[in-house]
Every structure is written in C-alpha cells, then in structure tokens.
C-alpha cells in the first residue's frame, strides 16, 4: 500500500476482551442488524447489554421494515416507548416522502414528471445532496437513477448493461441536470432523461431525525440501527459509550472492530451490502462510479463514516467509496472537524483517521492517518 504517512498501531487489544464483545455482538446481532446477518450492513451497536425486544421501565425496542431494510430503535427512559412510536411513524413519512421504490413517493413523482414543488424538508435533503456533489468532485451523484435501475439493483433482476448503454445514460447524468428553486420550493430535471435517487443519503437523514425526536420527547440515551447505520443519542444509560461493531468486509458475520461512542452516527458502506454475482464470477455492487456507471473499483472493500450528522456520514459513506484510500484521506484533511473515518483495503489493511485514535479498538494491525 502507498504510504501517505500513517502510524502503524500493533494491536494492543486484548483478543479475549475482542472475543467477549464478538459473542455480545453475535448475540444481539438478530435484534441490530450488523455482523451476524447475511448481506446486511455493516455497522452495529455492538454492546447494548440491556436491549430487549419489549417494554420494560428503563427500556423499549422495536423492530421495523422501511426503506428496503430491517431497522431497530431502542430507547430508555420514561418517554422510551412514546419517542420509538413516534420515530417509526416519522420514518414511514420519510420514506413515503423520498423512496423510489413507492411509485407514488414524492421523488418518484419528480422523476416522473420532471418537475414537482417539494417541502422544505426535501429540498433541504436535496441541496444537501448537490452540496455533497459539489465537495466531492461528483463521486457523490444522486442522478446514476437509470444507470442502477439497468443493473438491477432495484428489482433485483440483475443484468450487465453494455458500454454503449452505459455511455448513453452518462449523457444524462450529473448535477447540471437539476436545479432547485429554494425560494419556491420548485425542483426540476432539466434533462428529459435524468432520475435521482436517494438512496446513498436518505437512511442517515432518517436516523438524524429519528434521533431529533427521540430528543424532543426528553430520552436522553438510545440507539438505532437503520440497516445497520447507528446512530446514537447520549450514553448508555450507565454513563459509559456505546460500542459499535464494524463488520468485516471479507466476512460479514463478524466483526473487524469496534468504535466507542456517544451522540454520533457510525455509518458504512460496502460492496458486500448489495451485489450479484456475474456468470464469469465477477462480483456486480451497488456503489457506482459516476465517472464509468459500473461498479466503483477504488481498493477499499468498505468506508465507515463516524459523525454528529447521520446523513452526512451516509453520503460520505458512499463518497469516499468511490474515491478510494488516496482521495479520501486528502478529503478528510480538509474536512476533519465534520468526521472521522475507517477504511478497509481490498487487502485488509484498516486506516483510521486520527480522531478516531482512542475510541477505535481491534484484534488486527492498523494504521492511524493524521495527528
Ligand atoms: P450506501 O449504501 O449509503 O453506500 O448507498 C448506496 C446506494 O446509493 C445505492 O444502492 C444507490 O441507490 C445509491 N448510489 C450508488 N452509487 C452512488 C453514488 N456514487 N452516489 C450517490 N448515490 C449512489
Ligand atoms: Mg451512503
């Protein structure tokens, strides 16, 4: 691997202590998607001793589907079970309001008719989205909509499009293909062919609010797993960081190492959440490179985002995805107050940045990148 200045850390982790909160994870795995389940995401709150799945006075769970993906919410406190139920509604509202798997969503209707008025709360997530694209010189790109829908990825009818296909939908592609009018709330897709999706940033905006409502009704420490995004709010109850497994890459049903944390989002993206198999063994992901409409091929086998913002933390998640080790680590140097990061090579080499150097732990080598 290039050396772009690291600090090699010998694993000082103790391997019992890593294999105690393995079997934690493993043993709450069913209940917070993460390590332990085929195919899902690959963060967790791996040590969340007292979780159930039902009301007790200090705590409450529930599990729900939306947005394509098992999610988790478990709060404590009086207001626990009130803050969880007014969470779920309001991500059924989110996903009614953004999902392009509901043919009548607000976004597929923009895609659709190529021009909708849209509620604040949307146009904010969407000049977000734009923002995003902006900072990242385009590796995050909302409008790769048709470009994902003829890989299959959202009927799961797979297929390899050809070049020229793929040239055709690039043509149709990038953020000059919309524009917003803020002050009317007007979106537009310019290009008759454009359609976004929101898909890369919509789960860490959803667990930013979920976190925000759980707030406004006093709870003071829960976390959530949206797909096995975490997010957290406060502490654990006893005062002590939550402890989120990050899975790993080459074997998703266990854990490369764990973060501790309190109040942020821990959110990873990976080639090994959604992918097929080609008839030539190739494996197809869900990540794409902007620049090519296939698969992005950076080096990394996943990017966790750790920051206050849930949706910032997604799309960077799949940003820096797509930009590979070298550019990510330049990105975060100029970004470093906004998130820390944990990249895994496709030869299982583990970076971290610098702020992450005291609340990462794991059984393996890794290098910390910046002071
Ligand atoms: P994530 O799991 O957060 O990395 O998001 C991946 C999802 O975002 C995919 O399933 C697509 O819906 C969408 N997507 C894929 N590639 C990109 C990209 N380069 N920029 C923005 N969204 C993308
Ligand atoms: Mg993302």
Not at 44 to 58: G, K, V
Not at 225 to 239: A, E, H, Y
């Amino acid at each position: 691997m290039k050396n772009f200045g690291f600090q090699r850390k010998e694993s000082a982790f103790c391997c019992n202590l890593f294999f105690t909160i393995l079997s934690l994870v493993l043993m709450v795995g069913g209940l917070l998607t993460g390590c332990g389940q085929n195919n899902a995401p690959s963060a967790l709150a791996a040590d969340t001793a007292s979780q159930n799945t039902s009301a007790t006075s200090e705590s409450y769970s529930m599990e729900l589907f939306a947005m394509d993906t098992v999610m988790t919410l478990t709060a404590y406190g009086d207001s626990a079970q009130a803050a969880i139920e007014v969470s779920a509604a309001e991500i059924q509202r989110l996903e009614q309001l953004f999902s392009t798997n509901l043919e009548d969503s607000d976004i597929a209707r923009l895609n659709q008719d190529k021009q909708a008025q849209l509620p604040d709360e949307a146009i904010s997530v969407l000049q977000k989205a734009v923002q995003l694209y902006q900072d990242t010189n385009g590796a995050f790109d909302i409008t790769l909509y048709p470009i994902i829908k003829a890989w299959g990825f959202t009927t799961e009818n797979y297929r390899i499009p050809t070049s020229e296909e793929l040239q055709q939908f690039l043509q149709h592609t990038g953020i000059d293909c919309i524009t917003l009018d803020v002050d009317i709330g007007m979106v537009q897709l310019t290009d008759a062919q454009t359609e976004i999706d929101l898909g890369g940033i919509v789960k860490g905006y959803a667990s930013d609010r979920v976190i925000q409502q759980m707030a406004s009704y006093g709870v003071q420490s829960a976390v959530i797993s949206l797909g096995g995004n975490v997010q957290t709010l406060g502490t654990k109850p006893d005062g002590s960081l939550w402890r989120v497994g990050i899975q790993d890459p080459d074997a998703p049903d266990e854990c490369i190492g764990v973060v501790e944390t309190a109040n942020q989002a821990v959110i990873t993206s990976g080639p090994y959440q959604r992918y097929f198999i080609g008839e030539d063994g190739t494996r197809y992901h869900h990540i794409i490179d902007p620049q090519k409409g296939v698969p992005a091929e950076s080096g990394l086998s996943s990017v966790t985002i750790v920051s206050d913002s849930g949706i910032l933390a997604d799309g960077l998640s799949t940003a820096l995805f797509v930009m590979g080790a070298e550019r990510a680590l330049q990105y975060w140097q100029q970004r470093r107050a906004d998130f820390d990061t944990i990249l895994i090579t496709n030869d299982r080499q583990i970076i971290i940045t610098a702020g992450l150097a005291d609340c990462f732990q794991s059984e393996y080598d890794y290098y910390v990148f910046g002071e």
